[in-house]
């Protein structure tokens, strides 16, 4: 695995950090050490790589960092106030990019979001693909992509604070058992329990099923004297219905044919079916012939009702030639009536209006219409002559009202001058009009006396004028009520020439219809309406027209009457002619029918000759039978019997030859049983040979040959290698062994060159103890990557080859930690390494590369990267 970008918000004390820091950077392989102070972020920076891929522990989630109660969200306030914590990292496996992303919300659970990273092919931008959102599912895609869990990668690529020594430190059967854990060698020997299992079940199953084969034989023999019995028993029936059969066809060999029997039914049948058919013809055409008979009668009837009827239309149409024309007596009962209507109406008019025009007019008018019309326009001329003379008298006596009106004005304005003339020769003592000072009181009295007699002439000449304007405005107060008397009578005036210009025009309209009256009358040849009712000798037009009316009703419904019976009566003939048609129809098929006959009576003798049928009650009574019918009968149940009897003889044929089979198929079982008791020997002794493989070889199989042949032999090569480059060669990894009383611990022994002596674990000083957890550390990860049980075995490589180490120099000296630090750049079994310390190494800036972390309280852990400047020769 190659860490290639890592975004972290909110995690911890890390509030929004993006390494490396531009979008186009990625992280390159080799050795990163991590310096800062205490508590500046320094393991908030793996943890948030290690939570970002893993994510956290408890159900369905694979990770090693906590989640409790939040702690990992970071903390913005003294109130502490917490943000939704992110994490996003891409990663390289197998030359595949992947991004993830984690995401965990205050008190709620963590999402992920996992995705393979792909090219654009048109743009060149990253797309994602195969997204995964479900926290299970992206537990398990890990584990397939780096072939291991987070677990493994905890005890073996990440070293913690502290615990570089663990495995150095640890007892001999806690060894035993981390190395079981961390190479899966329970999962190995359980996987090897789990095929000899299988192959167990596979012979125990075996073993079953040959024992119920040779118990279903064993009890096939039982069954075998029963099928016997069936059989002895199947062939005495079967003989039984043999016999049966033989009876049945003697006895069918003196009956006649049945088809013969079906055959003479069927023309007998026919021959009753013809007599029934020439029985019912016979009846239809006697009703035939009798509704011939009843039509007939019908249509003389009906020729009687035409002729009278005929008569009665002549006679209705010879009293509307006399009668006048209905329209025209309409229109003169339209106009008699309207002319009566406008008479009644004008003389009411007339009385109306001559009242009316009395009240208005003061006087009694003449009843002559055309001399009351020119009395009534010559008093209209008059008010019109004397409202125009008013009309004048008014705007005159307006004007001189407005000119005594100017002349007040004027008064007012000389009086208001004069008054202001005394007030300023009262305050200034000098004249009004030209100012010069007035040095003698009496001039001042005499000037002022002056203005005070113009003043009252004035007063009394504007008292004149308004006496004036009053008996000016009286008179035209007069004369506009004058005017308002006159326009009220105009307009009564105005309103009776209208009302007699309506009532002319009745009479206008009376004339006119008067002599459209006359013309209607020379068109009948009478002068007045008695004449024409005399004529035809009624009282009223009314009654005139009444006549003419049911006249032509009359006229009318005859003559739909007459077309309806001349309808019927040809209706009728048709009928007739049908009959006559069907009558002969009938009589044809009669005669047809009874030329059928014919010929069945001839086919029924020639069926008695072929029978030897003399007479048909004897032929029958030889059969004891009343009818062909029951001798059909007879017949049938004869062949029905022997039908059902085949179908037995059949079956038990059939069934005789299953039990033939049968007992074939048994006695071939039984041959083979002793074949089956050989097999089920031979599989029981396989099925003891693998449970004592199971039981008792395996786990000492897996203990001398995986363990300690293969893998100690592996652990011992691996870690020596890195525990001389540490140690700067003072130690060798010597031995690897069991340990213990059942010799299923481990144990190592150190070869010290300096003091030439073989040393177990508990004789290493701190700082050795030190070095050699490291180098067990990254050996066992180094060797996990390629080690297998045995040669066939599959190598499963995991792709997690990045190591983690916080702070393990600490218990070294500084000439040890210079050894590391080279040591671990020249390191090639890993693609990145990062290596939190608080110690200065030489020459990191050309070997290294270096995050330095810092801490401030607004912006949380901050990391710089600073690549390194060449690489290592």
């Known amino acids: 695995m190659n860490l290639k970008k890592l975004h972290s918000i909110n995690f911890k004390s890390i509030k929004d950090q993006i390494i490396p820091p531009k979008k186009s950077d990625k992280l390159p392989d080799g050795l990163y050490l991590i310096r800062g102070n205490n508590s500046a972020g320094k393991s908030v920076f793996i943890e948030s790589i290690l939570w970002g891929i893993w994510g956290g522990k408890g159900p369905r989630k694979c990770g090693i960092i906590s989640e409790t109660h939040d702690r990992i969200l970071r903390q913005t306030s003294a109130k502490q106030q917490k943000n939704t914590c992110k994490v996003s990292i891409d990663f390289e496996v197998n030359n595949q990019i992947y991004n993830i992303k984690r995401s965990k919300a205050p008190n709620k659970t963590a999402t992920v979001k996992f995705a393979r990273v792909k090219k654009d092919t048109k743009n060149g931008k990253d797309i994602l693909s195969d997204i995964i959102i479900d926290t299970g599912n992206v537990c398990k895609k890990l584990n397939e992509i780096f072939n291991c869990t987070a677990d493994e990668v905890q005890k073996t690529f990440y070293v913690r604070q502290g615990e570089v020594d663990y495995l150095a430190t640890r007892s001999a059967s806690e060894l035993r058992e981390h190395f079981q854990t961390l190479?899966?060698?329970?999962?190995?020997?359980?996987?090897?329990?789990?095929?000899?299992?299988?192959?167990?079940?596979?012979?125990?199953?075996?073993?079953?099923?040959?024992?119920?084969?040779?118990?279903?034989?064993?009890?096939?023999?039982?069954?075998?004297?029963?099928?016997?019995?069936?059989?002895?028993?199947?062939?005495?029936?079967?003989?039984?219905?043999?016999?049966?059969?033989?009876?049945?066809?003697?006895?069918?060999?003196?009956?006649?044919?049945?088809?013969?029997i079906k055959h003479l039914i069927q023309i007998n049948d026919q021959k009753q079916n013809l007599k029934n058919e020439i029985s019912i013809k016979n009846e239809k055409l006697t009703g035939e012939i009798k509704n011939k008979k009843e039509i007939e009668a019908i249509i003389a009837k009906r020729e009687t009702s035409r002729e009278l009827m005929l008569a009665d239309?002549?006679?209705?149409?010879?009293?509307?030639?006399?009668?006048?024309?209905?329209?025209?007596?309409?229109?003169?009962?339209?106009?008699?009536?309207?002319?009566?209507?406008?008479?009644?109406?004008?003389?009411?008019n007339i009385e109306r209006f001559l009242q009316k025009g009395n009240e208005i007019m003061g006087t009694t008018l003449p009843s002559d219409l055309k001399l009351l019309k020119k009395t009534i326009s010559n008093q209209n001329r008059n008010l019109k002559s004397e409202l125009k003379k008013l009309n004048a008298d008014l705007e005159s006596k307006n004007k001189e009202k407005l000119n005594i009106s100017k002349e007040i004005s004027k008064f007012n304005a000389l009086k208001s001058e004069l008054e202001k003339n005394i007030t300023l020769l009262s305050e200034k003592s000098e004249c009004?009009?030209?100012?010069?000072?007035?040095?003698?009181?009496?001039?001042?009295?005499?000037?002022?006396?002056?203005?005070?007699?113009?003043?009252?002439?004035?007063?009394?000449?504007?008292?004149?004028?308004?006496?004036?304007?009053?008996?000016?405005?009286?008179?035209?107060?007069?004369?506009?009520?004058?005017?308002?008397q006159i326009d009220i009578e105009q307009d009564s005036i105005d309103k009776l020439l209208n009302d007699l210009e309506n009532i002319l025009r009745f009479n206008v309209e009376i004339t006119e219809k008067e002599k459209k009256?006359?013309?209607?009358?020379?068109?009948?040849?009478?002068?007045?309406?008695e004449d024409l009712l005399k004529t035809h000798d009624v009282s009223d037009l009314d009654e005139l027209i009444s006549n003419i009316n049911r006249t032509k009703e009359r006229l009318h419904q005859n003559e739909a009457n007459f077309e309806i019976i001349k309808n019927e009566i040809a209706d009728f003939h048709t009928k007739l002619g049908k009959i006559n048609e069907q009558s002969k129809i009938i009589a044809k098929e009669i005669d047809d029918l009874n030329r059928k006959i014919e010929k069945i009576k001839e086919v029924i003798e020639n069926i008695y000759k072929k029978m030897g049928i003399i007479d048909l009650d004897d032929f029958l009574g030889n059969f004891n039978s009343a009818t062909l019918e029951n001798l059909k009968d007879k017949i049938a149940e004869f062949q029905i019997e022997k039908k059902s009897t085949q179908e037995n003889i059949d079956r038990l044929k059939l069934t005789i030859n299953q039990l033939d089979s049968e007992i074939k198929e048994i006695q071939e079982k039984i041959k083979s049983l002793y074949n089956i008791k050989k097999e089920i020997k031979e599989k029981q002794k396989e099925s003891n040979h693998l449970n004592?493989?199971?039981?008792?070889?395996?786990?000492?199989?897996?203990?001398?040959?995986?363990?300690?042949?293969?893998?100690?032999?592996?652990?011992?090569?691996?870690?020596?290698?890195?525990?001389?480059?540490?140690?700067?060669?003072?130690?060798?990894?010597?031995?690897?062994?069991?340990?213990?009383?059942?010799?299923?611990?481990?144990?190592?022994?150190?070869?010290?060159?300096?003091?030439?002596?073989?040393?177990?674990?508990?004789?290493?000083?701190?700082?050795?103890?030190?070095?050699?957890?490291?180098?067990?550390?990254?050996?066992l990860s180094n060797l996990m990557a390629r080690i297998k049980p045995f040669k066939a075995s599959e190598i499963k490589p995991i792709n997690f080859n990045m190591l983690i180490l916080d702070e393990?120099?600490?218990?070294?000296?500084?000439?040890?930690?210079?050894?590391?630090?080279?040591?671990?750049?020249?390191?090639?079994?890993?693609?990145?390494?990062?290596?939190?310390?608080?110690?200065?190494?030489?020459?990191?800036?050309?070997?290294?590369?270096?995050?330095?972390?810092?801490?401030?309280?607004?912006?949380?852990?901050?990391?710089?990267?600073?690549?390194?400047?060449?690489?290592?020769?």
């Open 692 to 779: 004592a493989i199971k039981k008792q070889y395996l786990d000492k199989f897996i203990s001398q040959e995986v363990i300690q042949n293969k893998l100690f032999k592996s652990v011992k090569n691996e870690v020596s290698s890195y525990l001389r480059q540490f140690s700067d060669d003072q130690y060798d990894l010597k031995e690897v062994s069991p340990a213990g009383w059942d010799k299923k611990g481990i144990e190592f022994v150190l070869h010290d060159y300096v003091d030439g002596i073989d040393k177990t674990t508990d004789y290493l000083s701190g700082g050795d103890k030190a070095v050699f957890g490291l180098a067990l550390r990254i050996g």
């Open 313 to 348: 239309i002549k006679n209705d149409k010879k009293l509307l030639e006399n009668f006048p024309d209905l329209e025209d007596l309409k229109q003169i009962s339209e106009k008699v009536g309207a002319i009566n209507t406008l008479n009644d109406e004008i003389t009411k």
């Open 183 to 260: 190479f899966k060698l329970q999962d190995f020997t359980d996987e090897l329990k789990a095929i000899l299992d299988d192959m167990i079940n596979s012979v125990d199953g075996k073993i079953s099923s040959l024992e119920k084969e040779k118990l279903d034989i064993e009890s096939q023999k039982e069954k075998l004297e029963y099928i016997k019995v069936q059989k002895t028993k199947n062939n005495e029936e079967l003989q039984k219905y043999s016999e049966k059969m033989k009876n049945l066809l003697a006895k069918l060999e003196k009956y006649p044919e049945i088809s013969d």
């Open 808 to 873: 393990p120099l600490s218990n070294m000296d500084e000439r040890r930690r210079e050894n590391v630090i080279k040591h671990l750049n020249k390191d090639k079994n890993f693609s990145q390494i990062f290596l939190i310390t608080h110690t200065p190494e030489l020459d990191d800036a050309h070997f290294n590369h270096r995050i330095l972390v810092t801490k401030t309280s607004k912006e949380g852990s901050q990391y710089s990267l600073i690549p390194r400047l060449s690489t290592a020769d």
């Open 432 to 484: 009004p009009t030209c100012l010069t000072p007035i040095e003698h009181e009496n001039h001042k009295d005499q000037i002022l006396d002056r203005i005070e007699k113009k003043i009252t002439k004035y007063i009394k000449e504007e008292t004149e004028l308004k006496d004036k304007d009053e008996g000016i405005e009286k008179e035209i107060k007069d004369l506009r009520g004058n005017i308002e």
């Open 517 to 529: 009256l006359k013309n209607l009358f020379t068109k009948l040849n009478v002068e007045t309406i």
